[in-house]
């Protein structure tokens, strides 16, 4: 950190650092990055080695190995102890149940481990691993899992399913969508960005549906292009989605939807419809995307979607946000923007 402050300041066109400076690579650059990292002269360049820092630094924030000072997040996690913990180190460790001998939890976790890894060696030996295998894949060391055999069906599954059957039938999700639309014409809220189109309004209607329907299910437009007899081409499929499907036609369709809903509803049975639960749910992602950020909570890379949700079930508004995004805003925009004919009380988030 030190060097890099050095060079920001003093050296900021600097491309290179200088021979007689101490540049540590050990922990901070990878053996992948050492090529892009350090030139054939030996001599580190800097861009790739600061980018190489920060990375080490943010999983060192991440670890709790290093503390930020000031910070509340990231602060020194010696902060996090109990005030008395010091006086009260013994009653600590035994309401955790580990020993105050840092040496001894050492020792008793390696002797763990090397039982652990003696049994599976052995179990390789004589062949009684239950199907695992240790080679290589594309070089490198591989470990084969076999796949679970599947568990016999209870006796009385069939029986379960025909009575399903025969009392409701089978409904098809994409019979359900057509349904809705049928009720609500909420695909007419779905514009297209130019202002002519060619397309007739009973097929555009039905390339919405589908492109909906692969969104929705998550399926994939590909899929549904390869799948069935609906004579529409993944090229078809692909343009709707990207002229008529957008972030605020999607919201007025929603909203349109919610709105019929709650108009068809008889208050007798369902209630008002003027209560609303709203809370997030965290979901992975790949780090490398924009939105991602690591949760502290999950210790993972991820997303928040926030949602409203109407007492019964029925989905109001949904909002995608950043794990250290405010919930409050997130809660006040859902009830300030749902756009739907719904008289929104707060019950809990």
Known sequence: ??????????????????????????????????????????RVERIPYELCML???????????????????????????????DLNRDVHYAAFRQPSDPTAFVDGLRTRLDAALAGFAEALRTGTAGGVSIGTRKGQVWITVPRLTAQPEPDNLDAVKAEVISRWGIVSLLDVLKEADWFTDFTGELTTIPTREQIPTAELRRRLLLVLFALGTNIGIKRIATSGDHGVTEAQLRRVRRLYVTRDGLRCAIAEVVGDTLRGRDARWWGAGTGCASDSKRFGSWESNLMTEWHARYGGPGV?????????????????????????????????????????QIEAN
């Not at 794990?323 to 719904?342: F, K, T």
């Open 1 to 42: 950190m030190a060097l890099l402050a050095c060079y920001a300041g003093i050296h900021g066109r600097a491309t290179h650092y200088h021979p007689a400076d101490r540049v540590p690579l050990d922990g901070v650059v990878p053996a992948a990055w050492r090529p892009a990292v350090v030139g054939a002269n030996g």
């Open 55 to 85: 990375a080490a630094l943010r999983d060192a924030l991440r670890r709790r190995e290093v503390g930020v000072v000031g910070a509340g997040r990231w602060r020194n996690p010696e902060t996090d102890l109990p005030a008395d913990f």
């Open 304 to 344: 928040m979607i926030y949602w409203h949700v109407e007492r019964k079930s029925v989905c109001v508004y949904s909002q995608l946000k950043t794990c250290s995004s405010s919930e409050v805003a997130a809660m006040m925009e859902g009830l300030i923007r749902h756009s739907a004919d719904m008289d929104s």
